[in-house]
T-cell receptor, first 112, second 113 residues
Framework: GQQVMQIPQYQHVQEGEDFTTYCNSS?????IQWYKQRPGGHPVFLIQ?????EVKKQKRLTFQFGEAKKNSSLHITATQTTDVGTYFC????????????FGSGTRLQVQP | NAGVTQTPKFQVLKTGQSMTLQCAQD?????MYWYRQDPGMGLRLIYY???????DKGEVPNGYNVSRLNKREFSLRLESAAPSQTSVYFC????????????FGQGTRLTVV
């Protein structure tokens, strides 16, 4: 079945440093979504990418969808303590299952 | 507007006991999902209901059953709980079956001893 792999599993940065998490799918995706989960909370939708090569920005967050629609990345510029949490990518398409397949997540810790 | 509501928030079961996790959404969404979250493994799909009246297996359906009671409610049942089912369970809903964001409930933390 479809697999969505995400790296790194964990990253600890100093406040102000940049952070990137990468997501790779075993199959071509129709779209990819990103979610953030604060400690003890539930996943909250950040963004959806649909087009090949698409780049979207939300303030300090930059999201990219690969040309082959099999990989994606989330980059945070100048991290802040409010960025702490786990970031998940979730892919859709490529299988008969009409549901999101989540990556294993990247847990971000920001040292003040 | 409550969004997605899950009950209970916490539960401890003994091995072999049964229980039902309840989920309700008030956003008139067509699709509903049950995921489990274990450390280092992300969110794994247990079952989903693309629309009222349909249910389908996800990645890890063994040991679970579901019921889409109506458009609002989607319940998850553990018939004979096992320690391997200790996890955090999230219910989610989406307006349509594809291409839309998922809204998650607050989660149910289940421990099976």
């Amino acid at each position: 079945g479809q697999q969505v792999m995400q790296i790194p599993q964990y990253q600890h940065v100093q406040e102000g440093e940049d952070f990137t998490t990468y997501c790779n799918s075993s199959t071509t995706l129709s779209n990819i979504q990103w979610y953030k989960q604060r400690p003890g909370g539930h996943p909250v939708f950040l963004i959806q990418l649909v087009k090949s090569g698409e780049v979207k920005k939300q303030k300090r967050l930059t999201f990219q969808f690969g040309e082959a629609k099999k990989n994606s990345s989330l980059h945070i510029t100048a991290t802040q303590t409010t960025d702490v949490g786990t970031y998940f990518c979730a892919g859709e398409g490529g299988t008969g299952r009409r549901a999101l397949t989540f990556g294993s997540g990247t847990r971000l810790q920001v040292q003040p | 507007n409550a969004g997605v509501t899950q009950t209970p928030k916490f539960q401890v079961l003994k091995t072999g006991q049964s229980m039902t996790l309840q989920c309700a959404q008030d956003m008139n969404h067509n699709s509903m999902y049950w995921y489990r979250q274990d450390p280092g493994m992300g969110l794994r799909l247990i079952y989903y209901s693309a629309s009222e009246g349909t249910t389908d297996k996800g990645e890890v359906p063994n040991g679970y059953n579901v019921s889409r009671l109506n458009k609002r409610e989607f319940s998850l049942r553990l018939e004979s709980a096992a320690p391997s089912q200790t996890s955090v369970y999230f219910c989610a809903s989406r307006p349509r079956v594809v291409g839309t964001e998922a809204f998650f409930g607050q989660g149910t933390r289940l421990t099976v001893v």
